[in-house]
């Protein structure tokens, strides 16, 4: 997920990057409005805060809009219902006010990211993963393993196709709660490690999943193919 920081406070941006990198994401930032149109199609989430050294951020959100379909979440200290307003009206997607959780800004990146575009590997993509003998097929629904149907729920079935279209890539936790639960709370990350416990026990391979500690889930390395 690559993400345009749009944000002139130095210190602002010096603790968010970081902590955005840790979670999987891209950063590129610039301080001011001056070449944000230029990156905007390198770039899938702009973040962007409206009160911009150079120009004003409502008027730069409306030439984003103007010029693209990416994703757009004002990242604001104008809290009030007015600006609130003002922002959507101008085009962004949402609308977030200082202070906030980072992991809820995580969530909100890849639950714009998803309205835009949706992640490979999500449920309703045509397509057929094998991993060994275990075959996920995203436009039925249905896994195999061994030439045996395996019974997931919903959100079992919608994990393993997030980790499984990742072809190998980490699927962090971040993405894996905004695409599933919708949110990121201590019980949605405890329902998380269940459904892949859960997942590991009635595939038969343990082994297939990879916790990457700290950060999310992978495919273990083994020969697999997208058809």
Not at 23 to 31: N, S, Y
Not at 119 to 125: C, E, I, Q, R, S
Not at 129 to 134: P, R
């Amino acid at each position: 997920m690559r993400v345009l920081l749009v944000e002139d406070d130095d210190r602002v941006a010096e603790a968010l990057i970081p902590a955005l990198v840790r979670r999987g994401l891209t950063i590129k930032r610039l301080a001011g409005g001056t070449g944000v149109l230029d990156i905007v199609p390198e770039v899938d989430v702009v973040l962007l805060d409206l009160g911009l050294p150079d120009m004003d951020g409502i008027v730069l959100c409306r030439q984003i809009r103007a010029a693209s379909d990416v994703a757009v979440i004002v990242v604001s200290a104008r809290g009030e219902i007015d600006d609130r307003i003002l922002g959507l009206r101008a085009g962004a997607d949402d609308y977030l006010v200082k202070p906030y959780d980072v992991d809820e800004l995580v969530a909100r990146v890849h639950a714009v990211r998803r309205r835009k575009s949706p992640v490979p590997g999500a449920p309703g993509l045509a397509g057929v993963t094998e991993v060994g003998d275990v075959r996920v097929d995203l436009d039925r629904h249905e896994v195999t393993v061994d030439g045996a149907a395996v019974a997931l729920s919903r959100k079992e079935f919608h994990v393993l196709a997030l980790i499984v279209g990742a072809q190998g890539s980490v699927c962090t936790r971040e993405q894996i709660l905004a695409e599933v639960w919708g949110r990121a709370g201590s019980a949605e990350n405890r329902s998380l490690d269940v459904h892949v416990a859960t997942l590991r026990t009635k595939l038969g391979r343990p082994a297939l999943i990879e916790t990457v500690r700290g950060v999310g889930y992978r495919l273990a390395n083994q020969p697999g193919k997208l058809t």
